[in-house]
């Protein structure tokens, strides 16, 4: 069956960088989009990125253009995020999260979209 975890979440200071993880088991991620969620206290989940198979688009966030950048092995089923110049309003669980297409919209990444979860990993923003 389809699972999706997640890895590399933990405490960075203002201004850092961090590397999340997530490994694909279940189906080949060459042929499928995949992405990012994320959920901080007290507010909605947050489609992060979307990351398409070979001649997709890619979606970001405004809040994150420009910082975060997702990027997939599609050799090892691995398909990170990697966040820099991280701020307090980054802090949230993050969320691996996959549809049944092989396609992003490119302009939006929303939970009705998305198949499959996994469990999160918390990234902490703090000096």
């Known amino acids: 069956q389809v699972q999706l975890v997640e890895s590399g979440g933990g405490l960075v200071q203002p201004g850092g960088s961090l590397r999340l993880s997530c490994e694909v088991s279940g189906f080949n991620l060459r042929n499928y989009a995949i992405g990012w969620f994320r959920q901080a206290p007290g507010k909605a989940r947050e489609g992060v990125s979307c990351?398409?198979?070979?001649?997709?688009?890619?979606y970001y966030a405004d809040s994150v253009k420009g910082r975060f950048t997702i990027t997939r092995d599609n050799a090892k089923n691995i398909v990170y995020l990697e966040m820099k110049n991280l701020n307090s309003e980054d802090a949230a669980v993050y969320y691996c999260?996959?549809?049944?297409?092989?396609?992003?919209?490119?302009?939006?990444?929303?939970?009705?979209?998305?198949?499959?979860w996994g469990k999160g990993t918390l990234v902490t923003v703090s000096s």
């Open positions: 999260a996959a549809p049944k297409s092989p396609y992003c919209s490119g302009t939006v990444w929303v939970e009705n979209g998305v198949d499959y």
């Open positions: 990351a398409s198979a070979t001649g997709g688009p890619t």
